[in-house]
Each structure stands twice: as structure tokens, then as C-alpha cells.
T-cell receptor, first 112, second 117 residues
Framework: GENVEQHPSTLSVQEGDSAVIKCTYS??????FPWYKQELGKGPQLIID?????GEKKDQRIAVTLNKTAKHFSLHITETQPEDSAVYFC???????????FGSGTKLNVKP | GAVVSQHPSRVICKSGTSVKIECRSL??????MFWYRQFPKQSLMLMAT?????????EQGVEKDKFLINHASLTLSTLTVTSAHPEDSSFYIC?????????????FGPGTRLTVL
């Protein structure tokens, strides 16, 4: 099956700096890559996603890039704010409406 | 849009009792629902996938007789933890997807914290 690895496990940045979280996947058939933000004691919230036919997607301060050849995708957060502090999970899905394979999570701490 | 609720948000029960957790899609029809379990500081572990009107498909290692899943309608799925024991204490999260409206997106509920004494 699919294996998703996520790095780093923790990331501390100063407010206003950029943060980058990277994920790799093993199955070249994976075609959908969402990113979720999870605050303590809450369920994950979808923040951005990308499909395999696209190389990059941006939504205000958040962007995701996908390199299908290298089988990795990254989350980029610019101008970080304290409210960006949370745990971020990447995931990969093979085919349509199939289960997600989640990364291990990255705890982002944005210091004011 | 795409709001998913869970009830209860927290439950404490005695060992040996059964607990039912509800997952509802509030503004869309959930053709598929997923149930996850999450231990502290760990990732989400998929327990089972359920399609409306069908039996749930359980992941390897998940006891189907212990974790009963029902997806009787397009807006409601339930997870029943039968004869709960302290090791079943965890954060249970559901997600929902609508094949007609959403591509592969899964929308997550707020989670249910189960504590078994």
C-alpha cells in the first residue's frame, strides 16, 4: 500500500517568517494530496489540496507544490502568524473516493 | 458548506459498557463516511470506511464486532464501541464525503474524546 512520510515533526518559526513542511509518498498511482490543520482537541480542517495533474496551487498565504517525478509534495506558509500554530497533516489518496494515507504530522509553533 | 458534526464531544464510561458516537453531515449528503482513531500526538488511524446502505469495510487489525459501524442514511453514521475497556480510550474522528459534489475531499467532524474507566 501507500506510505506517506512527513518532515519535520516539529517546526518553530518567528512570526512573519515562512514555514515549509514536506511529504513524500511511495505509490505513483496516488492522485490527490490534501493538507489538514488540526488544533488541539479538534478535528482536522482542510486547508488546501492538490491533484496530480497540477504542479502548484496557492490560496493567499498558503501554497502547495507537487513533484510527481520525485513523489513529493510540500506545504508553504508565508507571513506566518501565531494563529497558524497547530499540527499539520499531509495525506495521499489513490484513485477516487478512496481512503487517505496520512503523514505523521508536523507541529508548527509560530513565536510572536 | 460541508459541515460535519459529532455527538457527543466527550464521553466517560465504565469498563464493560457500550458507547455510541454519532457523525452527521449537516449540509450535504455523505455517500461515504470514514471513522478514524487518534492517539495523543499521533496521526489519524483509519478504522473503517462505510458507504450508505452497505456494510462497513474495516481496516486490518480493527475488530468489527467491537467497533460496530452503521451508515443507515446519507447524513448519519454511528460508531458503537461495544464492551469498552480502558485501552479503547482515544479520540475518535469521523469524516464524510459526497461523491456527487466533492472530488476526493473528506470533511472531518470535531472528534469525540472517549475515556473508559
Amino acid at each position: 500500500g501507500e506510505n506517506v512520510e512527513q518532515h519535520p515533526s516539529t517546526l518553530s518559526v518567528q512570526e512573519g517568517d515562512s514555514a515549509v513542511i514536506k511529504c513524500t509518498y511511495s505509490d505513483s498511482a496516488s492522485n490527490y494530496f490534501p493538507w489538514y490543520k488540526q488544533e488541539l482537541g479538534k478535528g482536522p480542517q482542510l486547508i488546501i489540496d492538490i491533484r496530480s495533474n497540477v504542479g502548484e496551487k496557492k490560496d493567499q498565504r498558503i501554497a502547495v507544490t507537487l513533484n510527481k517525478t520525485a513523489k513529493h509534495f510540500s506545504l508553504h506558509i508565508t507571513e506566518t502568524q501565531p494563529e497558524d500554530s497547530a499540527v499539520y497533516f499531509c495525506a495521499a489518496s489513490i484513485g477516487d473516493f478512496n481512503k487517505f494515507y496520512f503523514g505523521s504530522g508536523t507541529k508548527l509553533n509560530v513565536k510572536p | 458548506g460541508a459541515v460535519v458534526s459529532q455527538h457527543p464531544s466527550r464521553v466517560i464510561c465504565k469498563s464493560g459498557t457500550s458507547v455510541k458516537i454519532e457523525c452527521r453531515s449537516l449540509d450535504f449528503q455523505a455517500t461515504t463516511m470514514f471513522w478514524y482513531r487518534q492517539f495523543p500526538k499521533q496521526s489519524l488511524m483509519l478504522m473503517a470506511t462505510s458507504n450508505e446502505g452497505s456494510k462497513a469495510t474495516y481496516e486490518q487489525g480493527v475488530e468489527k464486532d467491537k467497533f460496530l459501524i452503521n451508515h443507515a442514511s446519507l447524513t448519519l453514521s454511528t460508531l458503537t464501541v461495544t464492551s469498552a475497556h480502558p485501552e479503547d480510550s482515544s479520540f475518535y474522528i469521523c469524516s464524510a464525503s459526497d461523491r456527487d459534489r466533492h472530488y476526493n475531499e473528506q470533511f472531518f467532524g470535531p472528534g469525540t474524546r472517549l475515556t473508559v474507566l
